[in-house]
């Protein structure tokens, strides 16, 4: 073993300090005059301009003199060019992205440096092949020693890195003082670190891998401010490179870490690499020195998901040719063919041809025949007994065919069983092409469940809920949970399939076997003790249970479901998963590394809960300030709450109150004020507290004592589901639950308040005003004082519905005709603008029915219009409504048109409309919801932005 390097922290402050020494001068020497000028311009200049002097460099030189600059420069303090063996894994963004050269000049790099630092590479290739034996051998003891002794002699990398998180994944005993978890510390794993903690995840044997490698695959770029991290934890997930210039990237950042990380990269994607290269041999050389894949695979073998952990864990051994090939088909074939990061190239498919059993056909998955050509016979009997590889296959053959392979009903049964994850891999055009082939109802609802869970064509949904509702009325007297539990007998997958695909908003559009909207929760309940007696899991039962307490009240067909409080479900888990699903990994990871599992501990976990919950309610697409804008602020709170004025003054009852000028001025004094509150309380109050709208009455954080103790229950409930190895849940359900906890908390208090203001509102003093004043002697004091009790009473009862709006929905998926949801939101309207008094009439046998998604968004969109229409329109004018369903043609979706016309005012013209209606370049369109006064058309186009199946086609 060779003696130690000496650390890069040493070099620096020699040459800082003294003189420098004579292998620095010795190599300034081998440059010519204007190069040593470059270089000694580069020391002095300061870190920003330091770097462009040497990007300059790095696109004028010669590879060889590059080398050379860049070896002195390695002797700088100031970080520029980083160390090719550190001390420490570089797990975080220390250098200044410096310029990406051409990929073959690249190559050339990396090949000179391997040539000058050949014996040291070569002694780390022999204590990396001893680790590895120590690693399969199970000799821990013996495997820290090396990893202690590596790190000393040859310094750290994500090699390295790697190799000691699968040393902490397979020693269940280690404790926080092995050279492991020092390594782990030092590269940042207890600070919730990207690199370090992806790494850590990657190889935990219940890790969800396809939702980590997607949220890993897809961190948000900042550029090359964090395109180092970006390409770094990328690796272990997905180490090919698309093209020619994703490789010189990934050499870039990888020669950043280290030169073995680089030479790594390289041999991975070897392909690219000019055949007359001598980095070949050096390939060959390093094959020689690794166990074999048979060797890798076999401690998996009759392991309960054993292929589906070597899968995890292959990324501690891609130096490994043959893993890297096995890779190949797993990384491209078991991932979401639209991913931007990989192209199914003609080349792709050759590689990948060379591994696999071309002569298979997707029947032939159904049974125990060889998948793969290759001649490791451990990892075929691995292959067999997983189903990883059988999944690749699946998508692999079905490329390759272009999806006109026919498959018998009883072979896939038997493949969605054997398969994991097609739902997130499938091809769905290809999917869709089989579907066509296939010769049964039952193959068909199979493909159609995979397609529909995907796809986000209410085309593909609405084939699915045709052909189900077909089979489950002519063979299961349409009763939904028969079919599951027939499903169940013939393969387990497809029935869960089915129960995860069957929603309260799915089911709510299931019309010819679901009849009523109690029969919705009554049916989502049954799956959900299906699932709990399935599965014998608690949970299922106990969701079954609250879901039937929530729906205690049944509601009946054409009941409209009022609940003005609302949160987008679906596209809450589509951002955490996207945005926050990778954090609440690292922080669990990070718990589980510190031996701390309790919440109280751990404040990072309850920072997440509270960033999940701020979305929760502040995000203007999905989150209740969206709907709370829509639906209550915009002339509802207001119309509801004036009504008491509308109501009292149309009443023939008092109509000769309004006679009398003294009664006359006192009732106006009463309404400006009663209105001047209700505006405070829209302006002020109705609002997600933020820094704008500081009174606002939900607050988005876990302010009070009985949010914290909610965000504690989450953080347990979170804690219990990662630690426990018998579940496998996704963590947004379980968020979302207490994210309406936590609302909850927030809406009592907006009803607490609402009561406090009766008294605020009703103006006690002005209404005595009214009641005792000397009015005409045709007054007569008992009508007055009636008038005043019926005031009082009024404001009384508003404020009293006005509280279940402010309630988490019950249904969420709500059920309700269009033509009855236009009534009731001219009902509403109506008592802001009484004489606005438009024609609802509709023929119930013709009427559209709208559920779930369409219903939210048409409700907003109306609420918008109707109000708008009143608003600006001709008192007492002719509005016009017309309702329209196109069916889908030549390819083509079927749309719902919706026209409202109104009659303009006679002191306006259509060119004085027209203009108010035009949106200006300064408008506000995201934040329209948070606005009220000339906000309806931004209110529209502000759906139109958040809903991709809204259009606003003329205004």
Known sequence: MSSPVVSSVNWGMEFEIFAPQAAVVAAMKTLDLKTRNQVRAVIT?????????????????????????????????????????????????????????????????????????????????????????????????????????????????????????????????????????????SAGLGGNNVIVSSIVQCFKEDQDWSGLKRSIMSLASRGNRNKYTRDIARIGFHPHAKNADDLAELIQSSLQSSLIDALLILKINNHYVSEKSKLHDFFSLWDSKIPSIDELAFQYVGVDDGESIFYKRSSAFLENSNIIRYRGLMDHFYDDPASDYFLLSADLIDRIAGWVNVSLTINELATDAKMTS????????????????????????????????????????????????LVRTHNTEILKSMASYAATPLSKIIYHLLIARKSKNEADDHLLRRRLQEIVRSEFNSELVSFVEYLSKRSAAVAIYT??????????KLVHIIKSSAQITETRAALHRWMGEHTNDSYFLGRARALLIDHQINRVRNELDDNRIYVDHARFAEWFNDELLREFNSVLASMEHNFAVGIHENTQLLMLIEVAYANFCSNSIFGVASYLGRRIRHGTFKGHLYSVVSGIEGSQKYAILFKDQLFLGRWENWKRAYTAKIDVIIRDKLHIESSNKREGLIKPTLTSPGKVDIAIACGKSLIKDYFDPRLSRPIAPTLTEYCWRLAEVDLKNIISYMKGQKSNLISADQLAEIRSGNYTRFISSELVKEFVREVTHNVTEKL??????????????????????????????????????????????NDIELVGGPYHVIYDAFYVVVYNAAKHGRSAGTVVKEFVVSKALNGVSGELRITIASDIKDDHSEQFVAERLVI???DDIDNAHLSEGRSGIRKLHQIERSDRKFKVREV
């Open 45 to 185: 200049a300061d870190r920003l301009e330091a770097v462009k002097l040497v990007n300059k460099l790095r696109e004028s030189k010669t590879t060889k003199v590059l080398c050379r600059v860049e070896d002195i420069l390695r002797r700088h303090p100031e970080k520029l060019i980083p160390q090719l063996f550190p001390s420490e894994a570089l797990t975080k963004e220390d250098y200044h992205r410096l310029l990406v050269r051409p990929l073959n000049k690249q190559v050339e790099h990396v090949e000179l440096l391997l040539n000058s630092n050949s014996s040291k590479v070569l002694g780390l290739l022999d204590n990396l092949s001893s680790l590895d034996q120590a690693i399969m051998t199970g000799a821990y003891e013996y495997a820290y020693q090396l990893l202690e002794a590596i790190l000393n002699n040859y310094g750290s990398s994500q090699i390295l890195l790697r190799k000691a998180a699968l040393l902490k994944a397979l020693n269940h005993t280690i404790n926080e003082t092995t050279i492991v978890e020092k390594i782990l510390d």
């Open 374 to 421: 290759h001649s490791c016979p451990v990892l075929q009997r691995l292959e067999l007994e997983g189903n990883i590889t059988r999944s690749a296959m699946f998508n692999y053959l079905s490329f390759v065919s272009g999806g006109k392979a026919q498959v018998d009903e009883g072979a896939l049964f038997k493949i969605m069983g054997r398969t994991h994850d």
């Open 499 to 508: 129960y995860e695909l069957c929603t309260e908003d799915f089911i709510a």
């Open 920 to 922: 200006q370049p300064g």
């Open 800 to 845: 009293s519905t006005m509280n279940t709006w402010f309630k988490r929905p019950v249904s969420v998926s709500p059920k309700a005709s269009l033509s009855l949801l236009y009534k009731a939101v001219v009902a509403e309207v109506k008592e802001t603008f009484p004489d606005f008094d438009p024609d609802t009439d509709y023929d119930e046998m």
